[in-house]
C-alpha cells in the first residue's frame, strides 16, 4: 500500500509506539518523551527521532528493534527511517523527576528510620511492596553472595521483580556472580542498575578500579549506601535483596536503620564454629528488631563420584542454629562444582541448571519466601530441600 489515503495516520503512528518500553526504564517512549518528529510519505516509509537519555546509550540497538517491530506491523508502513538524538540536561531531569521525584536531601537534617540524611528510601516506606531481604552471616566464606545471588534469580525466574543491593563493600562479589557487563547508567544524578537474569544490582565494584582495594572509614560506607538507596532507580521491585557483609558492624547497623521493615535470612555451614558465629549475626538482627525468618545451610555435603555423600564441614549446624532460634531451616545447599563455576563465570546455576539438586533448592527457598515467609507469620515447621 502506498497511497497517502490507505497510509496510518501521526496519531496511530504514535499510538502503535506506546507500547515500545526503554529497555532500562521499563517505561514507554512516548510516555518518556522520547518520540519526536514523526511524519509518513506517499510509499509508506516512516520517518522519526528517538531521543535517547544519555548519548552512547548502551540498549540502544534494541530501541530501534522494538520500533521497527512496532512500526511495521501497520498496514500501510513499508519502511522506517529512524534517527537518535539525545536528551539534553532539562528533557533528563524531567525524566529522573517522573520516575524517582526529587533525589535532593535537605541539609543538616538528622537521617531517622527509612531514611538516609533527609532523603525517603521509597521501599522502606509503609506502603511499599517491596520485601527488603537482608541476607546474612556471622563470618565470611560461607557462600553468603552465591546464595543471595540464586535466590535472586530464581526468584525473577519465577516472575517477580528483584533486585540485589550488594551491601559488602570491602568484598563485593554479586557483579561478577550475576554475570552483569555493563556499568550502571546515570540520568541526572539517578543510577539505573545493570540487570542479568532477570535481577538488577547495584555494587560498589562498578565503581572502583579492578584490583583497588575500596579502603574507606565509616561515613564513606554509610554514604555509598545512602546512594545505592535512594538514587537507584529500583522501579518499586517486588524483592529487594541485600548481600550483607560478614559481622555486625557499621553497614548492619545503618541498614537496620535504613529499612526498619527488613527480614533477616542467616547463612551457616554445618560446622559448628560457623554456627556458632553466625547466632552473633541473628543476635544483632533481634537487638535492632529486625525479625530472623529463616537459617539456610550451605555446604552441606559434597556426593562423590561413588554416589555417597561427604560432610566435609561436619554435620547439622544449620539445625542446631533453627532450633535456638525457632525459625525453620529453609534448606540444605549441597557443595557442587558448578554451582562455584557459575559464581565465576556469571552463570548462575539457578539460571542455568534449575532442574539441579542445588538448582531446586534456591527455587523452593525463592517459593517458601514469596508463598509462605510473610511478615509478622509464625512459623510451625521447617522446610528441609533434600
Same mark, same amino acid.
Given at each position: 500500500?502506498?497511497?497517502a ?10 499510538d ?11 517505561r ?9 518528529d514523526?511524519?509518513?510519505d ?6 522519526l ?24 506491523? @501497520?498496514?500501510?508502513? $513499508? ?6 538524538g ?9 525524566v ?33 511492596k ?47 556472580? @550475576? ?17 542479568? !537474569?532477570?535481577? =538488577? ?5 562498578y ?8 579502603? !574507606? ?23 529487594l ?9 557499621d ?13 533477616? &535470612?542467616v ?21 535492632? $528488631? ?6 539456610i ?15 566435609l ?11 535456638? &532460634? ?13 554451582? =562455584? ?25 525463592a ?6 515467609m510473610k ?12
Open positions: 500500500m502506498s497511497s489515503d490507505q497510509s496510518p495516520s501521526i496519531d496511530q503512528l504514535i502503535a509506539l506506546r507500547p515500545v518500553q526503554d529497555p532500562e526504564l521499563h514507554s517512549i512516548v510516555d518518556l518523551g522520547m518520540v519526536r514523526v511524519v509518513i506517499k510509499k509508506g516509509t516512516v520517518g527521532t528517538v531521543v535517547l537519555t544519555i548519548a552512547g546509550c548502551p540498549l540502544r540497538n534494541e530501541i530501534q528493534t522494538r520500533v521497527n517491530t512496532a512500526l511495521r506491523a @501497520l498496514d500501510g508502513v $513499508n519502511d522506517v527511517n529512524l534517527n537518535f539525545v536528551m539534553n540536561d532539562d528533557e533528563r531531569a524531567a529522573r523527576q517522573m520516575l524517582n521525584g526529587n533525589p535532593g536531601a535537605t541539609a543538616g537534617s538528622a537521617p531517622a528510620q527509612g531514611h538516609a540524611e533527609g532523603r525517603t528510601i521509597s521501599f522502606a516506606q509503609p506502603g511499599s517491596t520485601r527488603p531481604i537482608l541476607i546474612s552471616s556471622g563470618k565470611g566464606g560461607v557462600g553468603k553472595s552465591s546464595v543471595t545471588t540464586n535466590i535472586a534469580v530464581a526468584m525473577a525466574a519465577l516472575g517477580y521483580k528483584v533486585g540485589i543491593v550488594d551491601a559488602d563493600i570491602y568484598g563485593y562479589s554479586i557483579p561478577r556472580m @550475576l554475570g552483569t557487563d555493563r556499568d550502571p547508567v546515570v540520568i541526572d544524578n539517578m543510577l539505573l542498575p545493570p540487570e542479568a !537474569w532477570g535481577v =538488577r544490582c547495584i555494587s560498589i565494584g565503581f572502583v578500579p579492578e584490583g583497588q582495594a575500596v579502603v !574507606w572509614r565509616g561515613p564513606m560506607l554509610h554514604k555509598a549506601l545512602e546512594q545505592f538507596l535512594t538514587d537507584v532507580y529500583w522501579d518499586e521491585p517486588d524483592f535483596f541485600i548481600d550483607m557483609p560478614p559481622g555486625t558492624g553497614i548492619a547497623l545503618s541498614l537496620s536503620q535504613y529499612l526498619p521493615r527488613a527480614e533477616v &535470612l547463612v551457616t555451614t554445618p560446622q559448628e564454629a560457623a554456627q556458632k558465629v553466625a547466632r552473633l549475626s541473628a543476635a544483632m538482627a533481634v537487638k535492632v $528488631n529486625l525479625p530472623v525468618r529463616g537459617i545451610e550451605n555446604m552441606s555435603w559434597f556426593t562423590g563420584d561413588d554416589g555417597k555423600r561427604y560432610e564441614f561436619g554435620k547439622g549446624g544449620g539445625q542446631i542454629l533453627a532450633d535456638e &532460634l525457632n525459625v525453620p531451616l529453609l534448606a540444605q545447599i549441597p557443595l557442587l562444582n558448578a554451582l =562455584r563455576e557459575g559464581g565465576d563465570d556469571g552463570h548462575p546455576i539457578a539460571a542455568v541448571a534449575p532442574d539441579s539438586e542445588v538448582g531446586k533448592a534456591f527455587f523452593a527457598i517459593k517458601y519466601i514469596a508463598e509462605d511478615p509478622k507469620k509464625i512459623f510451625s515447621a521447617a522446610l528441609k530441600v533434600n
